[in-house]
């Protein structure tokens, strides 16, 4: 199960990223975070910039509305996504 935080402004979910995957895609759950696949290397902050594009595309929102608030350098992260509920996440994610 997802480990979701909404507020006022948005919701917060922690996302354990795989990078230089073969594809970008979602692999399930993992401790409360969401697995997320990508074929970006893990150098000069290209994995990040994956995964705040993987994500904007995957929530349907501005890629300015999605932000690493913890983790810029490791594989687990912290991310914040600004005008979602925590139900359109999850309705997102199917489930």
């Known amino acids: ?7 006022d402004g948005g919701v917060t979910i922690r996302v354990r990223v795989q990078p230089k995957a073969s594809k970008n895609e979602t692999a399930g ?5 969401l697995k997320v696949r990508l074929t970006a ?3 000069d902050g290209a994995a990040n ?11 349907g929102v501005a890629k ?26 999850r309705d997102k994610l199917g489930g």
């Open 49 to 59: 910039k994956a995964c705040i594009e993987f994500l904007s595309r995957l929530f």
């Open 1 to 7: 199960m997802l480990d979701l935080k909404q507020d």
């Open 64 to 89: 300015s509305r999605v932000a690493i608030v913890q983790g810029h350098t490791g594989r687990n992260k912290t991310i914040r996504i600004e005008g979602l509920s925590a139900a359109e996440v």
């Open 41 to 43: 290397p893990p150098v």
């Open 29 to 33: 759950f993992l401790d409360g975070a």
